[in-house]
């Protein structure tokens, strides 16, 4: 039986800036991945957020799913099991953006999502049949192709969205948690649709899947069915936007009431917009909403696409949310070509007289693929090519408009201090109120966080020193 060696791979430096954290999100693309995998295939996974990776264990291909912060650590990996003879298969979101680059690296990069491939892709390097070099078809039926290259990889793409229907199930017992996670985190992941209507200047989901703003729904009964089947009381639905088409989503929701889960996913402005698909939300056991508020800078909003924010509804919304006990973790980002260098105080103290529940704070990424990283290249504000560094949470890797990338990450900084200061957690909990048994806990985990990925950056900037001094 050939062994297929699945790794979640993570960055050292994004691993210690989120290690204090007290939450670990379940993994689900490698356990989908391995349901995805024909049967006669032995599966493991190892996931980098909970375990380290054995680059010397008995495997016949190793398979990779990193982001862009994530690659070159992933190229790592992926030399040292070809040290070994292990040829290795990258996918995911750097994949997709960069395929020539990662084919400098691995054996076989898959560009996209992995349904409407992956059986091909293993059957291709099971045969290894001999081609010329070039782009030929792999299956006619869903118009995959597969591209050999000079160097010996392969890249395989399909530009045909996959079909949600009869997804399988993933593989539960490939989530691994570990530290104090173990005992009570969900193993609950899952998706129900994907896709996204929107085209945020910065955001990389438009280029991830082929006609990406056509939404992909999975058939309810699958979905309900899929929730039955495990007992974790904790469900996260991965989708980019859970509320882009209400009526599956209010269907979903009445579907799920009876189940009895707690919830969460990510949607936009729009459903909160929206009384039925709250209250139908809140009713079905969502506890909390992660939506991409972004900025209180409306301008910056419009900037990039981003006009369906409309920071005067902020409050509304948010209260709305609040007297149906869902709590918001807002997306926030800070850098955009309209912000200056008052944005900072002006964001904590919005959001501390909201009382919003939590954020996820970051500097902007120009990720590669988007019109955000195309429009800084082509002005040629992009100071450092460093993917490590695209984290979003130690570098800033571009030339800000109206202030300086110091001025942009010390005032990163000082918000997100700021905001998960233990009075800044006090403020905004007193005005939310909402699931204080859990929501403070995951504040003051944000609050432990905060030390790891200042001391993360600290480490950097040590070891950046160290190397520009050995430099001749
Ligand atoms: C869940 C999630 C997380 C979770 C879990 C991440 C994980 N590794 O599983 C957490 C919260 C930990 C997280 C963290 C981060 N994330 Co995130 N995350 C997502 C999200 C919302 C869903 C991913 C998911 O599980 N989808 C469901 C699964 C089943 O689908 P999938 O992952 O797309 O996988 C399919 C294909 O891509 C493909 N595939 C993927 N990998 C592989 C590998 C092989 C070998 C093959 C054959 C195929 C294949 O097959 C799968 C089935 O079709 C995506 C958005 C998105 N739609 O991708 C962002 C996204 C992946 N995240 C993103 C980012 C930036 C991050 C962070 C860097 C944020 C940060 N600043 O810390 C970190 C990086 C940590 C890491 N190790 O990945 C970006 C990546 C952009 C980029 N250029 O890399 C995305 C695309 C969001 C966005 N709007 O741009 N994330
Ligand atoms: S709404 Fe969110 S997921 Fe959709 S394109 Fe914008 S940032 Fe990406």
Request: glycine share 6%; with cysteine.
């Amino acid at each position: 039986m050939p062994h297929l060696h699945l790794i979640t791979a993570e960055d050292p430096l994004t691993l210690q800036a989120r290690s204090r954290e007290l939450i670990r999100f379940p993994q689900l693309t490698m356990p989908l991945l391995a349901a995805l995998t024909p049967r006669h295939w032995e599966v493991s996974h190892c996931d980098e957020i909970v375990a380290r990776v054995d680059s010397g264990r008995a495997c016949d291909l190793v398979g990779i799913s990193a982001a862009t912060p994530g690659a070159p650590h992933a190229y790592e990996l992926a030399a040292a099991f070809r040290a070994r003879s292990i040829p290795v298969v990258m996918g995911g979101p750097h994949a997709t953006l960069r395929p020539l680059e990662v084919a400098q690296h691995v054996d076989l990069v898959v560009m996209g999502e992995a349904e409407p491939l992956w059986h091909d892709v293993l059957h291709d390097w099971q045969e290894r049949p001999r081609r010329k070099l070039g782009r030929h078809t792999l299956n006619p039926t869903v118009q995959s192709w597969v591209e050999e290259l000079p160097n010996g990889s392969r890249i395989f793409g399909c530009p045909v969205p996959a079909t949600l229907d009869q997804l399988p199930q993933a593989r539960r017992d490939l989530i691994h948690h570990g530290g104090f996670n173990r005992w009570w985190a969900t193993r609950g992941a899952i998706i129900a649709t994907r896709g996204c209507p929107h085209r945020c200047d910065y955001c990389t989901i438009p280029k991830l899947y082929p006609r990406a703003q056509q939404m992909r729904l999975r058939p309810v009964a699958e979905v309900i069915a899929e929730v039955r089947s495990f007992s974790d009381k904790g469900v996260v639905f991965w989708d980019d936007n859970i509320g882009a088409v209400p009526a599956y989503a209010k269907e979903l929701f009445r579907q799920l009431r009876p189940l009895k889960r707690w919830w969460t996913s990510q949607t936009t402005l729009n459903s909160l917009r929206d009384s039925e698909f709250l209250e139908l939300a809140a009713a079905s056991g969502c506890k909390a909403l992660f939506v991409g508020l972004e900025s209180i800078n409306q301008a910056s909003l419009n900037a990039v696409h981003k006009g369906h924010n409309r920071v005067q509804d902020y409050r509304s919304l948010l209260s709305r949310c609040h007297s149906l006990g869902v709590a918001i973790q807002a997306g926030l980002i800070f850098g955009f070509e309209e912000d200056d260098t008052d944005v900072f105080a002006r964001t904590v103290d919005t959001f501390a007289q909201l009382g919003l529940d939590n954020a996820t704070i970051s500097l902007l990424v120009p990720y590669p693929g988007t019109p955000a990283y195309d429009d800084l290249e082509k002005d040629g504000r992009i100071i450092d090519h460093d993917w490590r560094h695209y984290n979003g949470k130690t570098h800033v890797v571009y030339r800000p408009r109206r202030m300086t990338p110091d001025q942009l990450l010390n005032g990163y900084e000082w918000a997100k201090t700021q905001f998960y200061s233990l009075s800044g957690i006090f403020q905004r909990l007193n005005r939310s109120r909402t699931g204080l048994w859990w929501n403070l806990p995951r504040n003051l985990g944000y609050h432990l966080g905060l030390v790891g990925e200042v001391r993360a950056r600290a480490a950097m900037h040590t070891q950046g020193l160290a190397l520009s001094q050995q430099a001749p």
